[in-house]
């Protein structure tokens, strides 16, 4: 069984819960999935041992604070402690697809935006020289990056934070960073001096760019399943 089945299957038997106890095992689910640099398939493969440990102690009438305790982030923790760390090559891949999605939506973004525009008025071509432009998009990447771990570590931190308006908190939390991150891209794209060759490239091609990339991202995800499934067999 792959680690999808296996997220499949842990769908179907949270159906067997009471509402309860699945609000309390979608709290350690979502904790422990959060750390995405723990191997995907052990982490599955816990959640599932104790859905199954959980569903076999509710038919005794017990509930899941009953099985796992009072404090279920310090129990989480410790499941924790025993998944092995995601391998390199797929830590790689794994970031490859996420930075390439980001940064394939945010140059759509920018392409259908400058598209749009041209249709109400003349807009020129965006003027790029390609070493800083070049230099502007690794930039851009990091702090997309950067986001994207800041934002799950907001989620992760949130799901056992002791308020009554975390969700609330986990909003304003991922807004603040969304918000610096897209000044940051805004300030990077100011202040970068011009070097390099100039190019000049039309909404169309930057929204273009944005489709290959998207392209590219799945290519990287189709290497990212092969890597899982040969894993799976060695």
């Not at 807009?123 to 800041?150: H, Y």
């Not at 399943?225 to 040969?230: D, H, I, K, P, S």
Request: glycine letters at 8%; one cysteine or more; a positive charge.
């Amino acid at each position: 069984m792959n680690t999808k089945e296996l997220i499949l299957l842990n769908n179907e038997k949270r159906e067997h819960l009471t509402r309860e106890n699945r609000n309390y095992y979608e709290d350690m689910l979502a904790y422990i999935r959060f750390h995405f640099t723990l191997s995907e398939r052990k982490i599955e493969e816990i959640l599932l041992e104790q859905l199954d440990y959980l569903i076999e102690e509710q038919k005794k009438g017990n509930t899941a604070q009953d099985i796992f305790g009072e404090n279920p982030k310090e129990y989480c923790n410790k499941l924790i402690e025993e998944v092995p760390q995601e391998t390199k090559g797929k830590m790689f891949l794994f970031g490859s697809y996420i930075l390439l999605q980001l940064l394939g939506w945010f140059l759509i973004g920018k392409g259908v935006i400058d598209v749009a525009f041209s249709y109400f008025g003349n807009v020129n071509p965006t003027t790029v020289q390609l070493g800083s432009g070049i230099a502007i998009l690794i930039i851009i990447v990091i702090l997309i990056g950067a986001f994207a771990v800041g934002t799950l570590s907001i989620l992760k931190h949130g799901v056992y934070m002791k308020s009554k308006r975390k969700n609330i908190k986990n909003f304003v939390s991922i807004a603040a960073l969304f918000g610096t991150t897209t000044s940051l891209i805004i300030l990077v794209q100011k202040s970068m001096p011009s070097f390099g060759v100039s190019i000049k490239l039309s909404g169309y091609i930057i929204l273009l760019f944005g489709i290959l990339t998207l392209l590219i991202s799945r290519l990287v995800n189709k290497r990212l399943m092969m890597v899982t499934a040969n894993s799976k067999r060695t």
